[in-house]
């Protein structure tokens, strides 16, 4: 044991007694310009890529004027949604997917959902409107014709912003149904409890 000790102690004074090490200085991959100067750039040359390019002869359309008389909007409901265009200068017709709106909606409530920003606003009887309505239920889809309606009035006559804000027939109604849960029979249904 007696030999072994010195051999240790003198290990740790060379330890000890060594210089600290330089840090060793990484090269950057940034260069100056004078060296970037001297090498030479290797040039590759780009091949080009022949593509057969065939160019179709459309003739000019024969001066048709394509007048837009209405204005679009977009409402939305649950799942449904409408695209509403309004034409100014009209008798008080509502089209629907092609049909009547008396004929899409057929009950008195989904008749009176519909029509309910026009009796605000009293134009009832002197614009015209057609709806394209995709998804949802019947409620859904009247409620939102109503809000497309109510969209496309409000850029007919901004000074019908107040109004139509007051009635609510601007929001877009954000309620949908909430996804159901494993577990549980529906959103927040759960089963049956037993007791045995």
């Known amino acids: ?21 330089a840090p060793v200085k990484r090269q950057t991959a940034r260069r100056s310009p004078a060296a970037v100067a001297s ?5 590759v040359k780009k091949t080009a890529v022949r593509r057969r390019s065939v160019q179709a002869v459309v003739p000019e359309p024969a001066a048709v004027k394509r007048s837009y008389n209405f204005l679009s909007a977009v409402g939305r409901r649950k799942e449904a949604v409408a695209r509403v265009r309004l034409f100014d200068k009209g008798s008080g017709k509502i ?20 029509l309910q920003p026009l009796k ?3 134009l009832a009887t002197s614009v015209d409107f057609t709806a394209k309505v995709l ?25 019908h912003r107040q109004a139509l804000r007051t009635a609510g027939y601007l929001t877009r109604d954000a309620r949908v149904k909430e996804r159901k849960k494993y577990g549980l029979k529906k959103a927040r249904r759960g089963p049956q409890f037993s007791k045995r």
């Not at 090498?39 to 040039?43: A, D, G, H, S």
């Not at 089209?95 to 009176?112: A, S």
């Open 1 to 21: 044991m007696n030999e072994r000790t010195p051999v240790k102690k003198a290990a740790s004074a060379v330890k000890k007694s060594a210089p600290p090490r």
């Open 39 to 43: 090498k030479p750039v290797p040039v």
């Open 95 to 114: 089209t629907v997917n092609g049909q009547e709106f008396t004929k899409y909606f057929p009950t008195f409530d989904l008749q009176y959902v519909v």
């Open 120 to 122: 605000l606003l009293g």
């Open 135 to 159: 998804g949802g239920g019947k409620f859904g889809q009247a409620e939102a014709v109503r809000h497309g309606m109510a969209r496309s009035l409000l850029l007919l006559k901004p000074e």
